[in-house]
């Protein structure tokens, strides 16, 4: 296993003449354990003569990207000269982009170059008698940054290791580690992590590995959106044990937290010329699965691997739903099959395949090729006989722990066998247990088929490991997302197609954006989830967010232009793990090269030149990684998805993407200006007569809870209902109400919208969706358009269309409660059957009015009119629109109805109360 490590040795001489090296070149490298001289250096390193004054490790993280650093504060404090090590693990997934180094007053910094480059001044070095060397360290996730420094009796060094990571978040939670090992007490010995995160920081804990007595030495300051965790234990708390000198800080201290979020989800920050679009929706239904287990029991899984592998897929099939279907492929020299073809994931079938695995035996060799061939043809034969849910998600999951060694063994060939008979919406992901894997081979084979790899490691968790893996992917909740942007206004715009999105999980996209005079970016997520395609809107001030990092003392500013530059180097390298050619590899080598340059990360391609000028001349150190060192991060950091065809979008995108065809506008265009019938405020009817040209207003007076009806139609079966709020206080001694919440119910799709003043629920089967008012968003199913903080459009079968605009009031207002106002289209097409408050009125009944008159205001004409045969008392008075100006209102003339609408409408008013939201009219 290629485990990459820096190293520094540093000799150091009494006659002020130097040598550095920060180098790794594994390809050629061949050792993996130190050398007796090495342990010898090791030891002094231990020593006891050697005082470390303090170490400091400082995290600022903003908005998911952390810059770490470092800094330790050493001392030679006996009589001989000799080394001093300074070693840091760090996340394999993050860049290093500086080191510096004081020794005795002289500074080294450090600034990363292109290998080459810093290979020839290195070697410059070395020309004139200089040594170096190498050492390599294995552990499951991070990476050993290793320095030492050979220095006279009584010199003062001072190591500072900066390096960059981006969060990723996974099962709802990003996590950040810091690695503690000062390797003895030191009187200031501090951890800091700063959060900034601008949307507000849901909840943050921290703990360590460190033991019991470190439990409560962590303080947590916590406040909206800013989070300090510090760790300072004094040099007594340090102890191993009562009056020794050994330290007990050697383990690993933990951050985790996760941010607030609209439950849409799209958050969209600009910053320094670059913005950051972050879209993690929850509320959502889980998509349901078609799975091939394809488990690798070759002769050397036998004992500890199939074990645990049989108890993680024991607690995988239980986490199989109903709707999900699935089997298991188990091959070593020959490949089985549990059951030929997908079966339904009940309760009967799930327990036959857990009897099945653990009746498994491991022996023999490994014929990956021939068992993947036959998962895939298991998928298509499902696919072709129309088992499977377009909407569903397929995927292969391969656990192996070795390399081929039966049937075809060239890893290329099996690489393309696989991909070519792979469906675009087939993915691939693989398990490689244990050390023995090629896991560049897996992860190639994973990305290359929209998947991704990750490495169990053989020990006594990893049936944990590979159930948490397994819970990564077992829920995902959209298919074919695409981010988009205003073309005009980014270019450089990271991945933002993606083949699946799974709870707990973040797609991030990054981009600059060009110059221009906006004020404002906007971004849109269209995805298809669970029986409806989802389309939101985001829109970012492109100065908000720097004015306020600015004022904050511990965030990152730069942070953005960092976070593009991480992503975009990450997709380059795992773009070039797959290239085809040499010329295309070398390409995008010169890629990498130069953006790493630029954003200083020692990247497989780039190496840190570190300097130091005393009066004999420049001294010279070189930071490197191996090559392909960043692959594994590339599957942490990536998306969970691959390369994304394009797909034709069902619906319509704002005008910046598709200028000449934008239904949303039409939907709601027809609302927003048409004449139409509408039920606002205290509830005030206003019923056009589009024949008559005249409008007829009513008000209602019903009790807070009531369900009114406005819309029942068996013969579309729609049925729109609305449920009223009071007001906070009485008013003239009655409490005024409001509409609450609006339902619309279509029976025939059985699709029911349910519109708060919070949130918007959409349910569908046994789907059940929630939207906040924060975003704008479009969900085609029948079309429901959300105008993020205005109104909502529901569209059902082009047909009938009804807007709910949405009333806030501020928040502790004494009175007043947020509400919602009703409006329909004139045009909306019911059938004969149609009744309710404002159904009855589709037909237009005949309306004479006679008899105007001054009436007791005279402000306010009285009439008489006649209609349905009745004879009723109207007054001339006007009612306001609110489509238009949701303060004030457009003012209505219209003639206004007495009695809560007596005589007007069928019945009386108390009829059409339902007892549910979904409810229909029975008889008046
Ligand atoms: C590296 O750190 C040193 C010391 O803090 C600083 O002077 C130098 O500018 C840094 N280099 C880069 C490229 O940030
Ligand atoms: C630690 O040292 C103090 C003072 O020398 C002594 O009284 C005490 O017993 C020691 N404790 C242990 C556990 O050795
Ligand atoms: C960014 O985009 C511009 C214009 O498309 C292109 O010239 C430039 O090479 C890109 N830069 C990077 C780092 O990809
Ligand atoms: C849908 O979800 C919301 C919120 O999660 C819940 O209040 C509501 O009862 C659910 N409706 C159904 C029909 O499950």
């Known amino acids: 296993m290629k485990t990459p490590v820096l190293l520094c040795v540093l000799l150091f001489s009494q006659s002020w003449a130097f040598e550095f090296i920060i180098d790794g070149e594994w390809e050629s490298e061949t050792r993996n354990v130190l050398t007796s001289e090495e342990e010898e250096d090791f030891e002094a390193i231990q020593g006891n003569d050697i005082t470390v004054k303090s170490y400091k490790v400082e995290s600022r993280i903003t908005s998911r990207f952390a810059h770490t650093t470092v800094k330790s504060s050493v001392v030679n404090s006996g009589h001989n000269a000799q080394s001093i090590g300074f070693n840091v693990e760090i996340p394999k997934r993050a860049f290093i982009n500086n080191f510096t180094m004081n020794v005795n007053g002289i500074t080294f910094t450090g600034s990363v170059k292109e290998k080459s480059v810093a290979r020839n001044l290195y070697a410059q070095a070395r020309a004139r008698g200089k040594a170096a060397g190498i050492v390599r360290t294995n552990s499951q996730a991070m990476e050993t940054f290793r320095t030492e420094v050979h220095v006279p ?3 003062k060094v001072e190591f500072e290791l900066h390096y960059q990571e981006m969060m990723q978040r996974k099962l709802g939670v990003y996590q950040h580690t810091v690695h503690l090992q000062p390797g003895r007490l030191v009187p200031l010995l501090q951890v800091d992590v700063y959060i900034f995160e601008p949307k507000g920081i849901k909840f943050v804990t921290a703990s360590n590995t460190l033991g019991e007595q470190f439990s409560d030495l962590t303080k947590i300051t916590h406040t909206k959106e800013k989070a300090h965790i510090v760790f300072k234990p004094t040099l007594q ?10 330290s007990a800080v050697d383990g690993v201290f933990t951050v985790k937290y996760d941010v607030e979020r609209e439950s849409n989800a799209g958050e969209l920050q600009v910053s320094e010329g670059h913005f950051v679009q972050f879209f993690a929706p929850s509320d959502l239904s889980p998509l349901s699965k078609n799975i091939v287990f394809v488990i690798d029991v070759s002769g050397s899984m036998w004992g500890l691997k199939m074990k645990q592998t049989v108890e993680a897929m024991q607690a995988i099939l239980d986490d199989l739903s109903m709707d999900d279907y699935f089997s298991i492929i188990d091959f070593n020299h ?15 079938q799930v327990n036959e395949a857990k009897k099945y695995i653990q009746s498994i035996k491991p022996n ?6 021939e068992a993947l061939l036959r998962a895939v043809q298991m998928l298509l034969r499902a696919s072709n006989q129309g088992l499977i849910d377009p909407r569903s998600v397929s995927m292969i999951i391969l656990v192996s722990d070795g390399d081929p060694t039966v049937g075809e063994i060239k890893l290329s060939t099996i690489q393309k066998n696989v991909k070519r008979v792979m469906r675009e919406e087939f993915s691939l992901y693989s398990l490689g247990i244990g050390f023995d894997v090629d896991f560049d081979f897996l992860e190639r084979i994973a990305m290359d088929n929209r998947g991704i790899a990750q490495r169990i490691y053989a020990n006594h968790d990893a049936a944990d490991q590979l159930k948490t893996f397994y819970s990564q992917v077992s829920s995902p909740l959209l298919r074919t997302i695409a981010i988009h942007f205003p073309e005009n206004a980014v270019n450089n715009v990271t991945q933002n197609r993606f083949d699946k999105f799974f709870h707990g999980s973040e797609l991030i996209v990054a981009g600059k954006l060009q110059p221009s005079d906006l004020t404002t970016l906007q971004s849109l997520t269209t995805a298809s989830a669970a029986n409806m395609d989802l389309n939101i809107q985001t829109e970012a001030d492109i100065h908000g967010l720097d004015s306020v990092l ?22 380059l390298l795992a773009e070039r793990s797959l290239a085809p050619t040499a010329n295309k590899k070398r390409r995008i080598t010169q890629r990498i090269m130069a953006l790493a340059v630029e954003h200083q990360f020692v990247t497989p391609f780039t190496a840190m030149l570190v300097e130091g000028h005393d009066q004999g001349g420049a001294e010279r150190l070189i930071a490197d990684s191996p090559r392909d060192s960043k692959h594994g991060c590339c599957s942490t ?6 390369p994304q065809p394009v797909q034709q979008l069902l619906y319509a995108k704002p005008q910046w993407i598709q200028p000449t065809y934008a239904p949303t506008q039409e939907a709601t265009g027809t609302l927003e200006s048409t004449i139409i019938t509408s039920v606002d405020n205290d509830p005030h009817f206003i019923i056009h007569f589009p024949k008559s040209n005249m409008d007829i207003c009513f008000n209602i007076d019903s009790k807070p809870g009531h369900i009114l009806n ?3 139609d068996p013969g579309t079966g729609v049925t729109i209902n609305g449920q009223l709020v009071g007001s906070k206080k009485m008013k003239n001694n009655k409490i005024d109400t409001y509409f609450g919440t609006i339902s619309i119910y279509s029976k025939t799709h059985g699709v029911q919208v349910i519109v708060g003043t919070n949130r918007i629920d959409l349910m569908e089967g046994r789907n059940n969706h929630s939207f906040s008012w924060g975003a704008t968003a479009e969900l085609v199913l029948d079309r429901v358009t959300i105008v993020k903080e205005e109104h909502v459009t529901v569209t059902i079968d082009g047909k009938i269309s009804v807007m709910v605009l949405l009333h806030r009031v501020w928040k502790k207002h004494p009175v007043q409660v947020d509400f919602l106002g009703v409006y329909m289209s004139s045009d909306n097409k019911y059938s004969t059957r149609v009744h309710g408050l404002i159904g009855q009125f589709a037909q237009e009944p005949e309306l004479k009015v006679y008899g105007v008159h001054e009436g007791a205001d005279p402000k306010k004409k009285e009439a008489t009119m006649v209609v349905k045969g009745n004879k009723v008392a109207v007054t001339r008075g006007w009612q306001k629109d609110y489509r238009r100006d949701k303060k004030r209102g457009s003012d209505v003339y219209c003639w206004f109805i007495h009695n809560n609408g007596k005589g007007f409408i069928d019945g009386s008013y108390t009829s059409y109360i339902l007892p549910q939201l979904d409810s229909f009219l029975t008889a008046i």
């Not at 708390?237 to 050994?246: G, I, L, R, S, Y």
């Not at 600015?550 to 997709?571: L, P």
């Open 364 to 369: 023999g060799g490994t014929n990956i090729n």
């Open 237 to 246: 708390q340090q102890c191993k044990c009562e009056n020794c000198t050994e």
């Open 710 to 712: 406005l819309i029942s």
């Open 550 to 571: 600015s004022t904050h003392q511990h965030s990152f500013t730069g942070f953005a232009r960092q976070m593009w530059a991480y992503i975009t180097v990450n997709q």
């Open 334 to 348: 020959n490949v089985r099959c549990w059951n030929e073809d997908l079966v339904q994931a009940s309760s009967i």
């Open 153 to 155: 009796p009584g010199s």
């Open 637 to 642: 950091t990536a998306p969970l998805s691959g």
